[in-house]
């Protein structure tokens, strides 16, 4: 059985940082690309952050460009994301997600439950 579980998430102030985990179990995910979604209250979900499975060419939404970064280490089976100059925006519950392709096309197979992020001002 696979299961995705996030773990770092809490309450900061803004321009803080926080450093979110999510650890695989279940099998190895060490050719599959992985991602990062947020779901801030009332709004849908959307995509954070990707990184393909050799950690090549990691994409970002703009609004976390130059202020979050995702990495792996596959022989850890996990997947961070590294998130500095924290706002207040940035309050979602932040999902991670595996793909069954090694190069992310934008579809997310795997799923988390969700760990909370609150950013306050």
């Known amino acids: 059985q696979v299961q995705l579980v996030e773990s770092g998430g809490g309450m900061v102030q803004a321009g803080g940082s926080l450093r979110l985990s999510c650890a695989a179990s279940?099998?190895?995910?060490?050719?599959?690309?992985k991602a990062w979604f947020r779901q801030a209250p009332g709004k849908e979900r959307e995509f954070v952050a990707a990184i393909n499975w050799d950690g090549g060419v990691p994409e970002y939404v703009d609004s976390v460009k130059d202020r979050f970064t995702i990495s792996r280490d596959n022989a850890k089976n996990t997947v961070y994301l590294q998130m500095n100059s924290l706002k207040p925006e940035d309050t979602a519950v932040y999902y991670c997600s595996v793909a069954r392709s090694s190069v992310w096309n934008g579809r997310a197979d795997y799923w988390g439950r969700g760990t909370q992020v609150t950013v306050s001002s």
């Open positions: 279940g099998r190895t995910f060490s050719s599959n690309a």
